[in-house]
């Protein structure tokens, strides 16, 4: 069983609509959560992050983490055209010398 | 605009060559890592470095090699490329308070080997 589970899509979804991407891990250490975003032919940049559970917004981005489901999502207001790309989650342990495990991504889609 | 640099962006290379890919960063980064990526797949982590003289090996085995000698060069070298080497490759970096989330990725090297 993988880590990081991620539905791969693609989504397609029209221009100004709510977009919902989602991850499941197995490993309960994981305690930083991320989100990349991955244009073609680019390197992922990272898009946010959060500690722990909870909720956290940023502009039309908001992330949150369910540590007690092992489940996370990534929710996307007003989408625009420029939103499409590949949005891989991400997570890692507390400890320095822990590496980061990415999901395979979610390629999104938004049509204008 | 991301300050870590890979070259070649891309690559077409006969059985049995050697290849070295470059990355370079100018944060002054003492970690860095190389990723493997192939399309619709978790990145995979194939080598990393805490600074100068420190590598280790990830997760998923590789036949490649990384060297450090300097802070801000990481390269990667494949001593005789395989079809199987076929991949895009990714170079990180991250400052030592942001290796729990914090990587800097360069533009990747999508290698085929023919």
């Known amino acids: 069983q993988k880590e990081v589970e991620q539905d791969p899509g693609p989504l397609s979804v029209p221009e100004g609509a709510i977009v919902s991407l989602n991850c499941t891990y197995s490993?309960?250490?994981?305690?930083?959560f991320m989100w990349y975003r991955q244009y073609s032919r680019k390197g992922p940049e990272l898009l946010m992050y959060t500690y722990s559970s909870g909720n956290k917004e940023d502009g039309r981005f908001t992330a949150q983490v369910d540590k007690s489901s092992k489940y996370i999502s990534l929710f996307i207001r007003d989408s625009q055209p420029s939103d499409s790309a590949t949005y891989l989650c991400a997570m890692s342990a507390y400890s320095s010398a822990s590496k980061i495990i990415f999901g395979s991504g979610t390629r999104l889609s938004i049509r204008p | 605009e991301a300050d870590i640099y890979q070259t070649p962006r891309y690559l077409v290379i006969g059985t049995g060559k050697k290849i070295t890919l470059e990355c370079s960063q100018t944060m002054g980064h003492d970690k860095m890592y190389w990723y493997q990526q192939d399309p619709g797949m978790e990145l995979h982590l194939i080598h990393y470095?805490?600074?100068?003289?420190?590598?280790e090996k990830g997760d998923l085995s590789s036949e490649s090699t990384v060297s450090r000698i300097r802070t801000e060069h990481f390269p990667l070298t494949l001593e005789s490329a395989r079809p199987s080497h076929t991949s895009q490759y990714l170079c990180?970096?991250?400052?030592?308070?942001?290796?729990?989330?914090?990587?800097?990725f360069g533009s990747g090297t999508r290698l085929t080997v023919v």
């Open positions: 990180a970096s991250s400052e030592p308070l942001q290796g729990n989330y914090g990587y800097t």
């Open positions: 490993n309960s250490a994981f305690q930083y």
């Open positions: 470095s805490y600074g100068v003289n420190s590598t």
